[in-house]
């Protein structure tokens, strides 16, 4: 638990977007984890922009923004939705927050996201292995099963050329 708010791996990987083939969370929703406003976490970014270079952190576009909010249930404009184009941060924009927000609580909850980014390539990792097995052992048996048509078939010659 952080300050009132139980953070686990479950709720922060639902918070997880791909977005250009990058693993990233929304401003927003980082500013909750962190327990600041969204507005206090954009600032301190802005004061220290050379630590965020695009590869950590970058403005969606507004086709990005628009296809995320259809998968997110976020409230309209001007009806106290947002009111901007987020930004989202990498694992490693997301390691740099800790150390511009300043707080053992940035830091506690910088710790508990880098697991759920950890957690989830072991899983990602875990999948692709199983998968390859999956394959190799259906490549396998399509295998044997061609072998034993092909003992089959010379079998029945053998026998028919023998008899």
Known sequence: MIGDYNINLNHVQSHIYSIRNVDVMLDKELAILYGVETK??????????RRF??????????E???SLR?????????????????????????????????????????????DA???MRRFGQK????????DA????????????????RTYSHWVTMNC
């Open 137 to 152: 052992t259906r490549n396998d048996i399509i295998n044997h099963q061609i072998t034993l048509i092909i003992w089959k």
């Open 40 to 49: 206090v976490l954009n600032q301190a970014v802005k004061r220290n922009i």
């Open 117 to 119: 980014f950890v957690a």
């Open 127 to 134: 999948f692709m292995r199983n998968n390859q097995i999956g």
């Open 53 to 62: 270079p695009e590869r950590y952190m970058f403005q969606l576009s507004k």
């Open 64 to 66: 990005e923004w628009e």
């Open 70 to 114: 259809s998968q997110i249930v976020t409230s309209k404009n001007g009806r106290g939705g947002d009111r901007y184009i987020p930004y989202v941060f990498t694992e490693q924009g997301i390691t740099q927050l800790s150390t511009v927000l300043k707080s053992d609580t940035a830091i506690e909850v910088s710790i508990k996201i880098m």
